[in-house]
């Protein structure tokens, strides 16, 4: 069972990234899916988390209204559209999946991470 997250990269402030989260050995049909970072020195904060039914998604006020998240069952695979980039969302993002639900803490299975830099 794998999650492997991609797509990050050096962005400029008010940049775009689309981060992807490609399951492989199970489906994540029957998954919530969320994304989290972690930056240096702090800790590991949840960024979003959609339902298994892609109907439901949530996110913390730090990053609303600027990224988005949605699910393509049929490819597998999950995707973290982040736009209005901004200095502070630099850090490895990992998505992770759980059968439970979105409040679970920890999720069941993580991937390996991606780095997110916004800079200048």
């Known amino acids: 069972l794998q999650l492997v997250e991609s797509g990050g990269g050096l962005v400029q402030p008010g940049g775009s990234l689309r981060l992807s989260c490609a399951a492989s050995?199970?489906?994540?049909?029957?998954?919530?899916i969320g994304w989290f970072r972690q930056a240096p020195g702090k800790e590991r904060e949840g960024v979003s988390c959609i339902s298994s039914s892609g109907d439901t998604t949530n996110y913390p006020h730090s990053v609303k209204g600027r990224f988005t998240i949605s699910r393509d069952n049929a490819k597998n695979t999950v995707y973290l559209q982040m736009n209005s980039l901004k200095l502070e969302d630099t850090a490895v993002y990992y998505c992770?999946?759980?059968?439970?639900?979105?409040?679970?803490?920890?999720?069941?299975?993580w991937g390996q991470g991606t780095l997110v830099t916004v800079s200048e």
């Open positions: 050995g199970f489906t994540l049909d029957y998954y919530v």
């Open positions: 992770a999946a759980d059968p439970v639900g979105c409040g679970r803490d920890p999720f069941e299975y």
